[in-house]
C-alpha cells in the first residue's frame, strides 16, 4: 500500500477524501488545507526530493505546491483527473523548473568570456573577431542588444527575459531575432 493511503483505505476512499479537501479549499477553509497538507506532504516532498536531490529545495518545492493549491483549487475539475495526479504534476513540474532554474543560474554566474582574448575565442572564429562582434553588436538598438546578450551570454530562456524586462514575451522574441538578423547582416560583411 503506498505511504499516503492511510491503512485500510483504498485508493478510492483516499482520493474522494482529498476531492473533498479541495472542494473546502476552494471555499477557502485553511483547516482543509492543513488537512490535505499531513495526508499528501510526504508524498510530495518525497517526489520533489527525487528530482532535485536536495532537501532544502524539496521542502520550498513542497510549500509552492500548497501555496498553489490554496490559489487555484476552485480550478480543480476531478473528472479531469485525481487529486493525487494534480498534486504530482504540479510537484513535478515545479521541481524540474528548479532545477532547470539552478542550471541557468550556475551558467548565468559563472564567469564570461571576453572575445577580445585570443584563449576566450573560439578556435574556428578568424582572429579580431570578438572586435568585429562588438562593433556589431553597437550597431543595434539598446533594447536588442539587451536581450541578446542577456539571452546568448547569461543564458535567460525567452520566458526568463520578459519577466526580468518586464516585456511581453511576443515583444522579447521579436527584439532577439530582429537584432540577429542586423547581427547576421553586419556580420555577413566580415573578410
Not at 575565442?121 to 542577456?150: F, H, K, S, Y
Not at 520578459?162 to 511581453?168: G, K
Given at each position: 500500500?503506498?505511504?499516503?493511503?492511510?491503512?485500510?483505505?483504498?485508493?478510492?476512499?483516499?482520493?474522494?477524501?482529498?476531492?473533498?479537501?479541495?472542494?473546502?479549499?476552494?471555499?477557502?477553509?485553511?483547516?482543509?488545507?492543513?488537512?490535505?497538507?499531513?495526508?499528501?506532504?510526504?508524498?510530495?516532498y518525497g517526489m520533489a526530493l527525487r528530482i532535485l536531490g536536495n532537501p532544502a529545495d524539496a521542502?520550498?518545492?513542497?510549500?509552492?505546491?500548497?501555496?498553489?493549491?490554496?490559489?487555484?483549487?476552485?480550478?480543480?475539475?476531478?473528472?479531469?483527473?485525481?487529486v493525487i495526479a494534480w498534486l504530482t504534476t504540479m510537484a513535478r513540474s515545479r521541481a524540474v523548473?528548479?532545477?532547470?532554474?539552478?542550471?541557468?543560474?550556475?551558467?548565468?554566474?559563472?564567469?564570461?568570456?571576453?572575445?577580445?582574448?585570443?584563449?576566450?575565442?573560439?578556435?574556428?572564429?578568424?582572429?579580431?573577431?570578438?572586435?568585429?562582434?562588438?562593433?556589431?553588436?553597437?550597431?543595434?538598438?539598446?533594447?536588442?542588444?539587451?536581450?541578446?546578450?542577456?539571452?546568448?551570454?547569461?543564458?535567460?530562456?525567452?520566458?526568463?527575459?520578459?519577466?526580468?524586462?518586464?516585456?511581453?514575451?511576443?515583444?522579447?522574441?521579436?527584439?532577439?531575432?530582429?537584432?540577429?538578423?542586423?547581427?547576421?547582416s553586419a556580420l555577413g560583411k566580415l573578410p
Amino acid at each position: 500500500m503506498p505511504a499516503f493511503e492511510p491503512a485500510g483505505a483504498s485508493r478510492t476512499d483516499v482520493e474522494r477524501t482529498w476531492t473533498g479537501y479541495v472542494r473546502r479549499i476552494a471555499a477557502a477553509d485553511q483547516a482543509a488545507l492543513a488537512d490535505l497538507y499531513d495526508a499528501s506532504n510526504r508524498l510530495i516532498y518525497g517526489m520533489a526530493l527525487r528530482i532535485l536531490g536536495n532537501p532544502a529545495d524539496a521542502e520550498e518545492v513542497t510549500l509552492d505546491i500548497y501555496t498553489q493549491v490554496w490559489r487555484s483549487a476552485s480550478s480543480f475539475d476531478d473528472r479531469r483527473g485525481s487529486v493525487i495526479a494534480w498534486l504530482t504534476t504540479m510537484a513535478r513540474s515545479r521541481a524540474v523548473d528548479r532545477l532547470r532554474s539552478a542550471t541557468n543560474r550556475s551558467r548565468r554566474e559563472g564567469p564570461l568570456l571576453d572575445l577580445n582574448t585570443p584563449a576566450a575565442a573560439p578556435t574556428l572564429v578568424q582572429p579580431g573577431v570578438g572586435q568585429e562582434v562588438q562593433a556589431a553588436l553597437g550597431t543595434l538598438a539598446p533594447e536588442q542588444r539587451e536581450a541578446i546578450e542577456l539571452a546568448y551570454w547569461y543564458g535567460y530562456s525567452h520566458s526568463e527575459l520578459a519577466a526580468r524586462l518586464r516585456q511581453p514575451l511576443g515583444t522579447v522574441k521579436t527584439r532577439i531575432r530582429t537584432g540577429m538578423i542586423k547581427l547576421r547582416s553586419a556580420l555577413g560583411k566580415l573578410p
